[in-house]
């Protein structure tokens, strides 16, 4: 399984209440950006969930 995760109107950097809740269960998100959704991608993806 491929996760990914991408949005319409990605902000500038990553929450950082998100990096920490993530830092805590041993996953680093530092180096992170927010990633804009393409159709490319949609295209590419079995399934796709918004919100």
Known sequence: ?????????PADKVNPAAVEAMAE????????????????AVKESDVVITM
Do not use: C, Y
Request: net charge negative; charged share 20%.
């Open 1 to 9: 399984i491929e996760v990914r995760s991408a949005g319409s109107q």
């Open 25 to 40: 269960l041993g996953i680093d998100m530092s180096a992170e950006i927010p990633k804009v959704l393409t159709t490319a």
